[in-house]
């Protein structure tokens, strides 16, 4: 069985005819990798559109574009936005990687007297409120090394040629078991709040836990979405979860099944390499009941 630790990112073609205006928005908007300025100004016309229909800007769409901002020297938006997720959403020096384009100015570059000003008056306005989550924020911040760390390991072990087929079988039982207590941890945070930890609903987490959510739909499919899909479909109608996520467990399960949860894809989406492999000339759902079923649950019944 083939094992798979990089995030899905397969299917990029617009989809409006299954989506809403705001779905199709969002998507532009997480779908678009800023090449140059003209690009940026486009994005920007996006992100201020969003706020416009939303009544406010989405954090996560800012955080997410901070480092466009910063390339493209779009200052004051840069600053205002960081100050935003600073003081209303926890944004923390703590969980920068150091690799990001604005680290140094804004720790010893031109912005630090602004950031280290705005940092310490904003931050603990933040932390007041927020003192109990940071337990579960630094446990999600975590996940993706966690993940990493060792779902690499195994995946080494796992193709290692002196492996028998019995050996190989458990390691990908060991990573099947371990992806999934990952995901377990990520479902019980998730739990206790009634929705999934984002920036509107929680806190920012600034290293995503996507890929917990993908590894474990591609190993640990049925157990992880009856854990987790009651989630996504909360924050999905708080507007605090893109159509992506459901999108991307319709390209999970094409890739293992040639089939799909939401009929989120169209055969149109898929790329030629894929078409021509997996021989397919529709994508049906798994089963049609359910789709109907979630569809309505989402709110998609006139898309």
Request: hydrophobic letters at 40%; a negative charge.
């Amino acid at each position: 069985m083939k094992i798979r630790f990089t995030l899905i990112t397969l299917f990029f073609a617009a989809f409006a005819s299954a989506q809403t205006p705001r779905d199709t928005l969002v998507s532009t908007i997480y779908n678009t990798y800023v090449q140059n300025e003209s690009e940026y100004t486009a994005l920007k016309k996006d992100i201020v559109a969003l706020k416009d229909m939303d009544g406010s800007y989405n954090p996560e769409v800012l955080h997410h574009n901070l480092e466009a901002m910063f390339q493209y020297k779009d200052l004051d938006f840069f600053q205002s936005s960081l100050e935003l997720l600073v003081l209303h959403n926890g944004y923390n020096v703590s969980y920068l990687s150091g690799q990001e384009n604005y680290y140094q100015a804004i720790i010893s570059g031109e912005l630090a007297p602004w950031f280290k000003k705005m940092y310490i008056e904003n931050h603990p306005k933040w932390l007041a409120d927020n003192l109990d989550k940071l337990v579960d924020i630094h446990t999600l911040n975590g996940l993706h090394a966690k993940d990493q760390n060792v779902h690499k390991a195994l995946l080494e072990v796992y193709h290692n040629g002196q492996l028998n087929e019995t050996q190989r079988t458990f390691v990908k039982e060991l990573d099947d078991d371990y992806i999934l207590k990952n995901g377990e941890t990520l479902a019980q945070i998730t739990k206790s709040i009634g929705s999934m930890p984002t920036a509107n609903s929680f806190a920012l987490i600034q290293r995503p836990y996507d890929l917990i959510e993908v590894h474990n739909f591609q190993q640990n499919f049925t157990t992880f979405f009856e854990m987790i899909y009651p989630y996504y479909k909360a924050s999905y109608l708080k507007q605090d979860l893109p159509i992506i996520k459901f999108r991307n467990i319709d390209s999970i399960k094409f890739l293992a099944d040639k089939n799909q949860v939401f009929g989120l894809l169209s055969v149109e989406d898929i790329p030629p390499y894929l078409k021509e492999e997996y021989n397919v000339q529709s994508i049906e759902s798994a089963n049609p009941s359910l789709t109907e079923k979630y569809r309505k649950e989402l709110n998609w019944t006139e898309l």
